[in-house]
């Protein structure tokens, strides 16, 4: 019986993609992908948000320590050199785990800033599919200023850290 239901679906889907030129699929493709990518860019425009709210950089690096102390703690049995993010200066683990075709990352660093970046970062990215982490831009490192207000080490971390965000999203 399922086997007929899926030959069904599948002669629907036949039908109407005879019936659809390619642009119309490429459309509507495209389309959907900008409503699964606004989930990313609305999270980015959330932390923009929060930005602004500081005036002067103080202010924004004690919010990146309060958001890296929101983070849970990560089991010391991921505490692996395997699992730290290379080029970053501070110690910093980061797992993913893929469930249901979506990426969950959890992190930890020695250091607040980084950590503060890392929650940041996952929780922009934590639970959006791989192939939606590969292609999102992340638009808000630019929009909050915040490579030009990090150490050429920091910045250099921050590059490698999205990196292997992208990268485990992959495997």
């Known amino acids: 019986m399922l086997s007929e239901k899926f030959k069904l679906i599948i002669g629907i889907f036949d039908t109407v993609f005879a019936y659809t030129s390619y642009d119309v699929v490429k459309f509507t493709v495209k389309w959907l992908m900008n409503i699964i990518m606004s989930i990313i860019n609305k999270l980015q425009q959330q ?56 990426v969950y990352y959890q992190a930890d660093c020695d250091s607040p800033i980084p950590k503060g970046i890392a929650a940041l970062l996952i929780r922009i990215l934590s639970s959006q599919t791989s192939n939606d982490i590969k292609n999102a831009d992340l638009f808000f490192v630019e929009k909050t200023q915040l490579m030009s207000y990090l150490s050429p080490n920091r910045v250099q971390g921050l590059t490698a850290l999205i990196a292997r965000m992208k990268q485990l999203a992959e495997t």
């Open 47 to 102: 932390v923009i948000s929060e930005f602004d709210l500081f005036p002067d950089w103080s202010e924004k690096y004690q919010y990146l320590i309060e958001q890296g102390n929101k983070l849970p703690p990560l089991d010391k049995k991921y505490k692996t050199a395997e699992n730290l993010v290379k080029g970053c200066q501070s110690q910093l683990w980061l797992i993913a785990e893929i469930k249901n075709d979506k």
